[in-house]
């Protein structure tokens, strides 16, 4: 695991949370900060802000602690020419309503 | 201090007719709708219940930069064969689909307005999402990517939501309350409730009600890529294989007018409008409620005088969203507890995408034309029922024998209208 990712990502969520980075760690889990759907939207475009990087649909909705994220995030950011294609034309899994 | 000048109308306004409120049915006599199942109301019933499905690879020219490529776009349309050129200069791409409909409605109900007072008994009431937003994103392009430093001088009466309300009431020279509703996609189901109730309650004697939405603006089109609810699959309602909603543009206009007034005249009459149920959430901007959509459904029932089991089709707001079909059908049963199992639900988006503040309008034309017709039109592209929808979906085109459906439409920001139509025989 890519230590700078993991401390940008680690940023990025406490800021959002306005929290002490010292209180997020890998294994927090996404649940544990009380974030609902739209919470989890927001963070996700931080995330892809701060990397520069395009999250797919289906993995977005599908991390469950901040150490998933790290690694996927570092699995974008390793250049994967498949992967950012992947992305691009992922099924999205829909999470609001109307 | 100048003297208050005496307000104009107050010299000509005449006491009102007291009006039997429940004397007063409403009926549907006229329908126009253009969207991507056909630019007319004949090209549309012919598709919706053969299962045609209007949803394509999108084309606009950005489509490389978006993650979802599907669309269900109008297609076969030009604007030129319907409006001369100093008139289009005024209309928005969702105007013109509204004014396209609305003159099919007229024309379809053979109304003619002949005085004065008709025109002045007459409301128009339409809905929209997000109003002109192919003209917004010219806008954009023409500030932003190509520097200009002028816009067009009429991008303002363009853009703006109750364009369609004001251009159809020039056109016909209504005079009537009009207004347009923007309560995103149940915008246009509120515009025909509220056409109904001043119908009903003796304030205007006919009404042109719909709506109309053209959201394949590219700004418009990657805010919805950022919402992830859009599907890069097709549109599958209530099936367990179901990833999103696809996104369509339209527009709908209904002509609805007393009952007294169609049999006068020898109109033919496709429906009774009965009832109208109206909700609000209170919950959340983007995640539906249960209570809430149940709230507008049981209103609706009430509203109309019936009860669940006199319900005999549904056709679902069944946006594909994980969300809205597991609310949805929660919400169904919540109503209609055990007759839930004998009511065919479809949702129509399957073939005409969902047209937002469109969709309560085409949607209620499906539902109105499947009373007619006596024919549940199908929730095409559905594999296999999500055990969470426990629903009577109607995946193939059916004849039934039924004598009142209900349409649903349920907004982002918990905003919910349903309405429901009685066969006429």
């Known amino acids: 695991m890519n230590s700078d990712t993991a401390q940008r990502t680690i940023a990025v969520i406490a ?19 009380e974030m609902d759907s739209l919470d989890g939207l927001n963070l996700i475009f931080e995330l892809e802000e701060e990397f520069d990087i395009l999250i797919p649909d289906d ?21 994967d020419a ?13 999470a609001e309503g109307s | ?45 012919k598709a919706v219940f053969s299962g045609e499905s209007g949803i394509k690879r999108l084309n ?54 002949s005085n004065d007072k008709e025109r002045r008994r007459t409301s128009v009431i339409t809905g929209t999402g997000a109003g002109g937003q192919t003209e917004q994103d010219q806008v954009y392009k023409d500030l932003y990517k190509l520097d200009k430093n ?56 006919r009404a042109i009600a719909g709506g109309s939405e053209t959201p394949f603006g590219f700004a418009n089109l990657k805010a919805w890529e950022g919402m992830r609810v859009v599907s890069n699959d097709e549109c599958r309602p209530f099936s367990k294989d179901r990833t999103g909603m696809i996104l369509g543009e339209g527009g709908a206009m209904l002509l609805l007018e007393t009952e007294e007034s169609a049999l006068l005249r020898g109109a033919e009459i496709y429906a009774e409008i009965a009832g ?19 709230n507008a459904m049981n209103d609706a029932l009430e509203d109309a005088g019936i009860t669940p089991e006199a319900v005999g089709y549904i056709n679902a707001h069944g946006t594909a969203t994980l969300a809205n079909d597991v609310m949805e059908a929660n919400a169904i049963r919540n109503v209609f507890g055990k007759h839930t ?20 309008a085409i949607e209620a034309v499906a539902t109105i034309l499947a009373l007619k017709n006596q024919v549940i039109p199908a929730n095409i592209n559905f594999s296999e029922l999500d055990p969470d929808c426990r629903l009577n979906i109607a995946d193939k085109p059916i004849d039934h024998d039924f004598e009142a459906a209900m349409s649903n439409s349920f907004a982002f920001g918990g905003l919910n209208g349903v309405l429901i139509f009685k066969r006429r025989k």
């Open chain 2, 341 to 360: 199992d004998k009511i065919p639900v479809s949702s129509t988006k399957a073939m005409h995408g969902h047209t937002l503040g469109a969709a309560g």
């Open chain 1, 82 to 94: 498949a992967a950012a294609e992947t992305s691009a034309d992922s099924d999205p899994a829909p």
């Open chain 2, 60 to 113: 606009i020219p950005e489509i490389d930069r978006l993650r979802f490529k599907k669309g269900a776009q109008v297609s076969n349309f030009q604007p030129p064969d319907h409006f001369e050129e100093r008139h289009l200069m005024l209309l928005e791409r969702f105007t013109q689909f509204a004014l396209i409909a609305a003159r099919e409605a007229v024309e379809d109900s053979k109304f003619q307005f």
């Open chain 2, 276 to 294: 109208c149920g109206m909700s609000a959430d209170a919950f959340h901007i983007t995640q539906p409620s249960e209570i809430g959509a149940a």
């Open chain 2, 150 to 205: 002028r816009l067009h001088p009429l991008t303002v009466p363009r853009v703006m939501s109750n364009a369609p309300t004001s251009h159809i009431s020039m056109e016909f020279g209504i005079t009537g309350p009009s207004y347009a509703i923007t309560t995103a996609c149940s915008s246009s189901s509120h515009a025909i409730g509220q056409a109904f109730w001043a119908i009903r309650s003796g304030m205007v004697d």
């Open chain 1, 15 to 33: 800021k959002f949370k306005n929290m002490p980075e010292d209180q997020v760690t890998l294994e927090t889990q996404l649940k544990d900060l």
């Open chain 2, 1 to 45: 201090m100048q003297p208050r000048r005496k307000p104009l109308l107050t010299q000509t306004r005449r006491r009102r007719k007291v009006v039997n409120m429940s004397s007063r049915r409403v009926v549907v006599t006229g329908i126009g709708v253009i969207s991507a199942l056909g630019n007319n109301r004949q090209q549309f019933e």
């Open chain 1, 59 to 79: 993995k977005a909705l599908t991390m469950k602690s901040v150490g998933e994220m790290v690694e996927g995030i570092d699995h974008l950011r390793s250049g």
